[in-house]
């Protein structure tokens, strides 16, 4: 399918491309963290097909941030992936952050307050707290528990 025939592609583009800056803003390259990002595109038809996703991941650590949103509904979503054995735990980062008190507003807030640069403002909402709080989140060693 061509690209410019994808009425979501432009907002999955836009999506990634404020992710990745922020990431960049706040981190630095990827590459010195030895971390990956990338844009998911899902395949095929469904209610999640059209969902822009955006994730950083550690593959040493076995974890991973990951942010969607669904623009048929207007959800977002921003959690934290943790390989265990057997599978996977994903942590709200909404609820993480609110429970350690690193903020206290949501998605839903800063989705109100974005205006027309909903995912900039997202991402910086996201990685700025990370930063400034848990950068070391995506390390295998970082306690999520208090």
């Avoid at 960049?24 to 844009?39: A, I, M, P, S």
Wanted: proline share 6%; glycine share 8%.
């Amino acid at each position: 399918m061509d690209p410019s025939e994808d009425s979501y592609f432009p907002t999955q583009l836009e999506f990634g491309d404020a992710f990745r800056s922020a990431f960049h803003e706040f981190f630095g390259d990827e590459k010195d963290l030895q971390y990956e990002l990338y844009d998911l595109k899902p395949e095929g038809s469904g209610p999640k097909a059209k969902w822009a996703t955006f994730s950083i991941r550690n593959p040493l650590g076995a974890r991973s941030l990951v942010f969607r949103f669904d623009p048929d509904s207007g959800s977002f979503y921003a959690m934290l992936k943790v390989q265990v054995i057997p599978g996977e735990e994903d942590w709200s980062l909404d609820s993480f952050f609110q429970k350690q008190g690193f903020s206290e507003i949501g998605s839903a807030e800063v989705q109100n307050a974005a205006g027309e640069w909903l995912f900039h403002s997202l991402a910086r909402h996201y990685l700025g707290t990370i930063f400034s709080h848990c950068p070391r989140i995506l390390e295998a060693d970082y306690k999520l528990e208090p």
